[in-house]
Nanobody
């Protein structure tokens, strides 16, 4: 059974850090690009970061560039999103997703497997 499970979400103060994990089971992440998305209440889902299938190329939304880092550990079948200098506007449910495209960017339509999300709340 193909499954993605996110973890690491929490309540954190502004300026704090979190590392989200996305563990895959039932398939190998080796063959997929990975994206992180988020959805805040009342807003559409937006792409945050992606990493390519093979060569480790990355792409970030302007809103998180310089603060978030996406990475992958194929040996652990897990992807990560390191989030630093968090802001209240980063509050959202964060989802990981996989795509068979080599470098899909941040369009949700080209991602075919999704996790259920993990809540990140940035508040003092």
């Amino acid at each position: 059974q193909v499954q993605l499970v996110e973890s690491g979400g929490n309540l954190v103060q502004p300026g704090g850090s979190l590392r989200l994990s996305c563990e895959a089971s039932g398939f190998s992440l080796d063959d997929h690009a990975i994206g992180w998305f988020r959805q805040a209440p009342g807003k559409e889902r937006e792409g945050v970061a992606c990493i390519s299938r093979r060569d480790g190329n990355t792409f970030y939304a302007d809103s998180v560039k310089g603060r978030f880092t996406i990475s992958r550990d194929n040996a652990k079948n897990t992807a990560y999103l390191q989030m630093n200098n968090l802001k209240p506007e980063d509050t959202a449910i964060y989802y990981c997703a996989t795509s068979t495209w080599a470098f899909p960017g941040l369009s949700p339509q080209v991602y075919d497997s999704w996790g259920r999300g993990t809540q990140v709340t940035v508040s003092s």
